[in-house]
């Protein structure tokens, strides 16, 4: 991405009214990228461009029936066609990297098969490689950005994810990953609402990926037609937060679009290539602070943040810190998402932790923060009252016992 198409880009991203889905789609993956993550930034978006950008999670442009014929001629494993007994040519859905089609075997399973839309690698990573140019010159202007803001970070995460989700065989590998933890945890942790599709590793390859068909609705179309209870929610949490807060190795990706909520009730971890690794630092400072908050114990809460400086900063500065966050958090308790974002309080908090404290979030940290931004986009969406930090107090404590993080 060229300096001009980024500014004009940016232009698209922040002005009034509707951005141009279509001519961000055409600047390549990366713009697709990045605007499902501004999409996910209701602080600093209004909610109406916020909802319109959530759309391109799932609503991305398709291939011609043709196309993916001949891209299942080419790249699908030897015998795939044996297999197949019927293959829906209308996209089920398609997503930036790849697109869905329901088929059944010849055994009777129903399952969707995912291809891979184009050579999309070569571009995405030269896109980076400029982007990274121009970061890093605007970092030698600003470095507070490198520990603040952190385009650098973001866009290496961006590429991680991104070539991952590109060999369709990683989300093969991560499904299991993500199913060996919960299977580890079923003494002292269970998680009965989560499960995993069904994969075809035999009939798939880097380009081509067969799985099962899940009967549900996404958490994006539960949004939409209004149908997601608080309950579902806080357990998304809980599933998610143990993955983040307690193990350190959780889902990097996901979005309303990646999780399915199945017939049973069950939620369906969708698009499993970009499993992410926590710092433990950073991990665990934030579920302290977390679970201070929740209290209400704000000192305690604003001295855990201090876990994340590479050493605790002079008493003048901590002072400073503290009396800067205790504004940040003033009268937090009483106000619920819809009136203070947690997404904003964290932007707000991690730039004072910075500024302030010394701290240093890292390259490594910035998946995390991403995850708890798609969480408050959720509730933003559909229980703007809910005072969030109060209610993931529960889950937050059953975290520490059951995961034994009073040792930590």
Same mark, same amino acid.
């Given at each position: ?34 605007? $499902? ?13 916020? !909802?319109?950008?959530?759309?391109? /999670?799932?609503? *991305? ?32 859905? *398609?997503?930036?990297?790849? $697109? ?21 690698? +070569? ?6 490689? !400029? ?21 650098? *970070?973001?866009? +290496? ?11 369709? !065989? ?72 143990? /993955? ?66 590479? $050493? ?97």
């Amino acid at each position: 991405m060229r300096l001009l198409t980024f500014l004009r880009y940016y232009r698209e991203i922040r002005k009034d009214g509707p951005a141009d889905l279509e001519w961000i789609q055409a600047q390549g993956l990366l713009a697709v990228k990045l605007s $499902q993550i501004f999409a996910l930034r209701p602080d600093m978006l209004s909610i109406e461009k916020c !909802r319109q950008l959530q759309t391109m /999670y799932r609503n *991305a442009s398709t291939i011609p029936p043709e196309d993916v014929e001949e891209i299942l001629r080419e790249k699908a494993p030897v015998g795939f066609y044996d297999s197949i007994a019927w293959f829906d040519e209308e996209p089920l859905a *398609a997503a930036s990297v790849g $697109q869905v089609h329901r088929a059944t075997l010849a055994n009777g399973d129903e399952v969707v098969v995912k291809v891979v839309k184009a050579d999309h690698k +070569r571009k995405f990573q030269r896109d980076v490689k !400029r982007m990274m140019r121009m970061m890093k010159f605007a970092i030698s202007l600003s470095p507070k950005l490198r520990r603040v803001g952190n385009p650098l *970070a973001l866009l +290496r995460h961006v590429e991680d994810y991104t070539t991952r989700e590109l060999d369709l !065989r990683n989300e093969i590998k991560g499904g299991a990953e993500l199913e060996a933890i919960q299977e580890s945890l079923v003494e002292d942790f269970p998680m009965p609402k989560l499960r995993f599709p069904k994969y075809y590793p035999e009939m798939s390859n880097e380009h081509v990926l067969v799985s099962e068909y899940v009967r549900g609705k996404t958490l994006e179309e539960g949004i939409n037609d209004e149908s997601l209870p608080w309950d579902y929610l806080i357990e998304l949490f809980r599933i998610h937060g143990a /993955y983040m807060f307690g193990v350190g190795t959780f889902h990097g990706d996901l979005h309303p679009g990646n999780c399915i909520i199945d017939e049973d009730g069950c939620f369906v971890f969708i698009d499993n290539g970009a499993i992410c690794q926590a710092p433990r630092n950073v991990s665990l400072s934030l579920f302290n602070f977390f679970d201070e908050m929740s209290k209400g114990n704000h000192d305690a809460a604003f001295e855990a943040l201090l876990g994340v400086a590479s $050493q605790r900063p002079s008493e003048d500065r901590v002072e400073r810190f503290k009396s800067k966050m205790e504004e940040i958090y003033d009268g937090f308790g009483e106000k619920s998402v819809g009136e203070q974002s947690l997404t904003d309080l964290m932007m707000r908090t991690v730039r004072t932790a910075v500024e302030d404290a010394g701290a240093d979030f890292g390259e490594e940290g910035f998946p995390i923060i991403r995850s708890l931004m798609y969480m408050d986009g959720l509730v933003i969406r559909t229980h703007p009252k809910v005072k969030l930090i109060a209610e993931m107090g529960p889950s937050l404590n059953e975290f520490r016992k059951g995961l034994d993080m009073e040792s930590m």
